[in-house]
């Protein structure tokens, strides 16, 4: 079955420098990969996405790589700011066309 | 605000009352989708619409569960006896069939006393 890991639970980063979210996948047959930032109260919210045919995909300050040799995620954040603490979720997509998703990261900006 | 809206946002129920939550999609998205997130973990996925039809239920969470889409528009998701374990934000999110992304709603806080 589909399982989506993170590396790590918590990261820290200082504002301006840039941020590295990593996720693991385990479905190697996944054709469809997506990253969410949660803030704390709220639901989910759309960052970027990247089919499996793309090894990058960049979007505003956001950057996301796929290694699918080794069935890894990330998920690159270009000059964190202090509005980008939140936790962040990498998830697939499963055979409903739902998404599995992983624990979450939460990152944390230090001015 | 991604356009999804859920109502009730937070839901406070004593043990063995039934709740319902209602969400209503973007308007042209006709798949629509139910999440249960509990505190520290990801969104767990329950149950997948496509228009009216429920495609998807196998992972309800009990026979207490239950969810609806009469119209294809908005959907309501049930929970009959509720206890204490069914605590958690249930998101909704939808899609257009065409487009790959889901967006979420804010969701609906349970708490069950």
Redesign the interface.
């Given at each position: 079955g589909e399982s989506v890991g993170l590396h790590l639970p918590t990261l820290s980063v200082q504002e301006g420098d840039n941020s590295i979210i990593n996720c693991a996948y385990s479905n190697s047959a996944s054709d469809y990969f997506i990253w969410y930032k949660q803030e704390s109260g709220k639901g989910p919210q759309f960052i970027i996405d990247i089919r499996s045919n793309m090894d990058k995909r960049q979007g505003q300050r956001v950057t996301v790589l796929l290694n699918k040799t080794v069935k890894h995620l990330s998920l690159q954040i270009a000059a964190t700011q202090p509005g980008d603490s939140a936790v962040y979720f990498c998830a697939e997509r499963g055979g409903a066309n739902n998404l599995f998703f992983g624990t979450g990261t939460r990152l944390t900006v230090i001015p | 605000d991604?356009g999804?809206s859920?109502d009730p946002r937070h839901k406070i129920t004593k043990r063995g009352q039934n709740v319902t939550f209602r969400c209503d999609p973007i308007s042209e998205h006709n798949?629509l989708?139910w999440?249960r997130q509990t505190l520290?973990?990801?969104?767990?996925?329950l149950t997948?619409f496509q228009n009216e039809a429920q495609?998807?239920k196998s992972?309800l969470l009990s026979n207490r569960f239950s969810a609806e889409r009469p119209k294809g528009s908005f959907s309501t998701l049930e929970i009959q006896r509720t206890e204490q374990g069914d605590s958690a934000m249930y998101?909704c999110a939808s899609r257009k069939g065409d487009t790959?992304?889901?967006?979420?709603?804010?969701?609906t806080?349970l708490t069950v006393l």
């Amino acid at each position: 079955g589909e399982s989506v890991g993170l590396h790590l639970p918590t990261l820290s980063v200082q504002e301006g420098d840039n941020s590295i979210i990593n996720c693991a996948y385990s479905n190697s047959a996944s054709d469809y990969f997506i990253w969410y930032k949660q803030e704390s109260g709220k639901g989910p919210q759309f960052i970027i996405d990247i089919r499996s045919n793309m090894d990058k995909r960049q979007g505003q300050r956001v950057t996301v790589l796929l290694n699918k040799t080794v069935k890894h995620l990330s998920l690159q954040i270009a000059a964190t700011q202090p509005g980008d603490s939140a936790v962040y979720f990498c998830a697939e997509r499963g055979g409903a066309n739902n998404l599995f998703f992983g624990t979450g990261t939460r990152l944390t900006v230090i001015p | 605000d991604t356009g999804v809206s859920q109502d009730p946002r937070h839901k406070i129920t004593k043990r063995g009352q039934n709740v319902t939550f209602r969400c209503d999609p973007i308007s042209e998205h006709n798949r629509l989708y139910w999440y249960r997130q509990t505190l520290g973990q990801g969104p767990e996925f329950l149950t997948y619409f496509q228009n009216e039809a429920q495609l998807e239920k196998s992972r309800l969470l009990s026979n207490r569960f239950s969810a609806e889409r009469p119209k294809g528009s908005f959907s309501t998701l049930e929970i009959q006896r509720t206890e204490q374990g069914d605590s958690a934000m249930y998101l909704c999110a939808s899609r257009k069939g065409d487009t790959d992304t889901q967006y979420f709603g804010p969701g609906t806080r349970l708490t069950v006393l």
